[in-house]
């Protein structure tokens, strides 16, 4: 019963908004852009510990980069860029580098909606962030190289 309760309850926390289209997701039968099929997909990839600290992990770096960029970067600007540099570098951090890989891609596959201009930059951007969290074993120290690394453009800023 404890299991139940704790997959459930780590589900829940990948859930990161409603779903956003109704492309069907051939290998789950799900439609692609479910929260919901992202944060079971992510239970099965690493786990429901590793999903929880990544959902944390995400609020974290989402939040961080509401705190240092303007809001019209949050999407494709800077603050997008140094959001996903930091969230990889998180993740790399708490939960290691291929854990962060799986769900930064599963991330990406889920979603649907943006060009794939943006999908690129991102996936570019999740990688120097691993890279990051390699090299960086602080949050604070990651922080600070993701910052640089959007100061000096090696983060792609625009897709």
Known sequence: MQSIIILTLAAIACIHAVPTTEIVDKVWAEPRGSTLTEGIKCIFLVGPFNCAKAKLDADNA?????DLYPENTLHNG???AFRHCYWNALMTISIGRDPAKKLADLHEDNNTEGPLG???MDLKNN???RQVGNDFKSA??????CQEHVSTGHLQLQP
């Open 62 to 66: 989402g939040q961080a980069a509401r």
């Open 78 to 80: 800077i603050g997008d």
């Open 118 to 120: 943006e999908r690129v």
């Open 127 to 129: 990688e120097i962030g």
């Open 140 to 145: 604070d120290g990651a922080k600070a190289r």
